[in-house]
Nanobody, 126 residues
Framework: VQLVESGGGLVRTGGSLRLSCTAS???????MGWFRQAPGKERTFVAA????????YYADSVRGRFTISRDNAKNTVYLQMNSLEFEDTAVYYC?????????????????????WGKGTLVTVSS
């Protein structure tokens, strides 16, 4: 399985970007999502979506600003990022496989990732 991201770039604070991740190599029926890694920091969960029913999960830091969606026919997952903040600057990685857990108000989690993309850089400037 290969995951290929696109859509990163430079955007001003308050702007928007849409990231895409296309899976190839097999029919994907597992969760897919996004993580990000800022300079000098650990990679952290951003958002995930279940392939079967489209249920979505988010990190508290992006809930309400970011939207994850999928196109099953294209094996593609999207991350629409609005109201971008300087702190959103990071390399964004597409993730596939693994397990998603509903945090029930205490923060959702996505772990046991089976596949990673190579990442796409998002830079938010003032």
């Amino acid at each position: 399985v290969q995951l290929v991201e696109s859509g990163g770039g430079l955007v001003r604070t308050g702007g928007s970007l849409r990231l895409s991740c296309t899976a190839s190599g097999r029919t994907f029926s597992y969760p897919m999502g996004w993580f990000r890694q800022a300079p000098g920091k650990e990679r952290t969960f951003v958002a995930a979506i279940l392939w079967q029913d489209g249920k979505t999960y988010y990190a508290d830091s992006v809930r309400g600003r970011f939207t994850i969606s999928r196109d099953n026919a294209k094996n593609t997952v999207y991350l629409q990022m609005n109201s971008l903040e300087f702190e959103d600057t990071a390399v964004y990685y597409c993730a596939g496989g693994g397990t998603v857990v509903d945090g029930k108000g205490r923060g959702d989690h996505y772990y046991g990732i089976g596949y990673w993309g190579k990442g796409t850089l998002v830079t938010v400037s003032s």
